[in-house]
């Protein structure tokens, strides 16, 4: 009998199989992921578990017993390698095939490799599995200097790592700010006079012509206009692209990704998407589709692709958030960066935050660090589309604005 298969036992494609069961569906479910490890979350990968904060068997997102307990035939270390949508069956590396009546593609993103001559031969970390955390992890010593390329979250949070041990912390960046797609100048500009604290040296408009190895084995970045640093080790942080490889070559509708309506299904009806792979809509938040690499995006794309199979009610769409930690600092965002929108700022005690308007005076985007409170009235706000009086608003509690609804 066929039932539901899942390609990827990551977060969105994990949380999936449980919601299914959750939600009522009895039919057989089959995971599948390439990792030999059950799903696990990756936030930690660059923060509390490469620090060494938090153990090995709070980072699995269910325990050892669940999946059995549920009937969820989990298949790791096991690669889906084509899917025929004519017969509906996936077929899998070891030139097994397994039948389905929907499948649910969950495989994420393909870390983007460091395209510099010389960059393999010399090698360098990069963060997406738990092996390779690990295996940086064992490299974090007192006194060792990292070369970190790539000025996203994922970079800053590794860098605030090393420095917590002891490192010396150098990050490059092609242009000239950090965290170019997703924060403000504003709230990237604080970031990096935080880290300057702290002791990272920032090279920005930095120009790598290629990579080469010491005699003593010593990591060389070399740039254009000839100079050279000398590193330890060598981080790539420089992002990753959607993994469609497998819905491109059966014919879902998407570019680089799979675009999937508030179901998360995609241009086939037997075939759902969820996770960093996919566009998605937002409606009524924000107009359009949008390619959001997030747990909480993973998550709510798993329930809706389960409430959809299972025949259950879907969960409303939450205004999208994200979260990084740096040092001591938490950064909560709402709401997506938008073009042409005025900013507010809101000085407290342990932190600030960053309010972005639109022309009618409804806030679109929130960087709230070290403030719980203003993040959370601010998913709010933005939620209820509620009119704000920019002139009050550096000062007045955001809260007080939902009383008034
Ligand atoms: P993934 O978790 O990438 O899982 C996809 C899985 O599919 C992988 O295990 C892959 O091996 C498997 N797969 C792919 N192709 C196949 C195939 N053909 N056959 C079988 N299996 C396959 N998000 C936040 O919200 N906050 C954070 O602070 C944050 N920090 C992060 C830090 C790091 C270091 C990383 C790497 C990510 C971070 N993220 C963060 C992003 C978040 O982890 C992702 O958005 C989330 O994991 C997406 O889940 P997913 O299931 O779509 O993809």
């Known amino acids: 009998m066929s039932g539901i ?70 298949r790791l270390g096991t690669t889906v390698q084509m899917i025929d949508a004519e017969t509906r069956h996936v077929v899998l590396s070891s030139g097994d095939s397994i ?21 393999d031969e010399v090698g ?19 006194g060792a200097r990292i070369g970190i390329i790539g000025t996203g979250y994922i970079a800053l949070e590794v860098a605030a790592t090393a420095i917590k041990h002891g490192l010396k912390v150098s ?7 950090l965290l170019r797609r997703v924060a403000s100048l504003s709230m990237a500009n604080h970031l990096k006079s935080i880290h300057e604290n702290k002791g990272v040296s920032f090279y920005l408009n930095s120009s790598i012509s290629h990579l080469s190895q010491s005699l003593t084995h010593e990591k060389c970045l070399h740039f254009d206009n000839g100079d050279e640093m000398r590193f330890d080790l060598l981080l790539a942080g420089i992002g990753a692209v959607p993994d469609n490889s497998l819905a491109k070559a059966c014919g879902l509708r998407g570019h680089s990704d799979i675009v999937v309506d508030h179901e998360a299904r995609s241009s086939n009806p037997h075939i759902f998407a969820i996770g960093d792979v996919t566009s ?12 959001l690499e997030s747990v909480p995006n993973a998550l709510e794309q798993a329930k809706q692709a389960a409430a959809a199979i299972a025949g259950s009610k879907p969960p409303m769409v939450d205004v999208p958030w994200f ?17 042409d929108s005025t900013l507010i700022e809101r000085r407290h005690e342990t932190g600030v935050s960053f309010l972005h308007l639109t022309r009618d005076h409804r806030l679109s985007f929130a960087e709230c660090l070290n403030n719980p409170s203003d993040f959370m009235a601010s998913k709010l706000l933005i939620a209820k589309k509620i009119k704000l009086d920019p002139t009050d608003l550096s000062e007045r509690p955001l809260k007080s604005y939902l009383t008034l609804t």
């Open 280 to 291: 998605r809509p937002l409606s009524p938040h924000y107009e359009g589709l949008h390619h």
């Open 99 to 119: 039948p389905y009546e929907y499948l649910v593609i969950a495989t994420g993103t393909k870390l983007k490799p460091l395209a510099y001559k010389g960059a």
């Open 171 to 177: 990050v490059f960046g092609r242009g000239e700010r």
């Open 5 to 74: 298969v899942i390609i990827g036992a990551g977060h969105a494609g994990g949380s999936c199989a449980g919601f299914l069961r959750q939600y009522g569906y009895q039919g057989p479910i089959c995971l599948i992921g390439s990792e030999s490890v059950p799903p696990y979350q990756r936030p930690p990968l660059s923060k509390a578990w490469l620090s060494a904060d938090m153990d090995e068997d709070d980072l699995y997102l269910k325990g050892p017993d669940f999946y059995a307990l549920n009937q969820i035939d989990l």
């Open 323 to 339: 979260w990084s930690d740096q040092y001591e600092h938490k950064l909560q965002i709402a709401g997506l960066l938008q073009a």
């Open 124 to 142: 360098y970390y990069q963060l997406y599995q738990m092996h390779q955390a690990k295996a940086l992890a064992s490299q974090l010593k007192q």
